[in-house]
C-alpha cells in the first residue's frame, strides 16, 4: 500500500509523540476529522500502532524518529571524519 504525502504529513505530526487532537491535526491537514479519522484507520493497517485518550488527543504508542536523505548523509560524511 502507496502512502499519500498526507499519510506521510500525519506522520511527521506525530513522530515527536505528543498528543495531537483531531480538529488540531484536521486543521493542521486541512482535511475534515473524519479524513484524520481514516488516515489513522490506513496507518494501522500498515503497522502504526496509536493511543487515543478522550479529551487529550491521539500519539503514537512509540515516538519515532524520521530520516531524511540530506541527515542521513550528513550522519556518513561525520563517521568519514
Known amino acids: 500500500m502507496e502512502l499519500t504525502a498526507t499519510h506521510k504529513l500525519l506522520i511527521k505530526q506525530l513522530a515527536a509523540g ?9 486543521a493542521e ?3 475534515s476529522r ?8 490506513t496507518l494501522e493497517a ?3 500502532e496509536f ?3 478522550k479529551g487529550k488527543g ?8 524520521l530520516l531524511d536523505k540530506a541527515s542521513i548523509e550528513a550522519s556518513i560524511q ?3 571524519r
Open 34 to 41: 473524519t479524513s484524520v479519522w481514516n488516515y489513522f484507520k
Open 78 to 80: 561525520t563517521e568519514k
Open 18 to 26: 505528543r498528543f495531537l487532537s483531531g480538529q488540531q491535526l484536521a
Open 58 to 65: 491521539t500519539r503514537l504508542k512509540v515516538p519515532i524518529e
Open 46 to 48: 500498515v503497522g502504526f
Open 51 to 53: 493511543h487515543a485518550v
Open 29 to 31: 491537514l486541512g482535511v
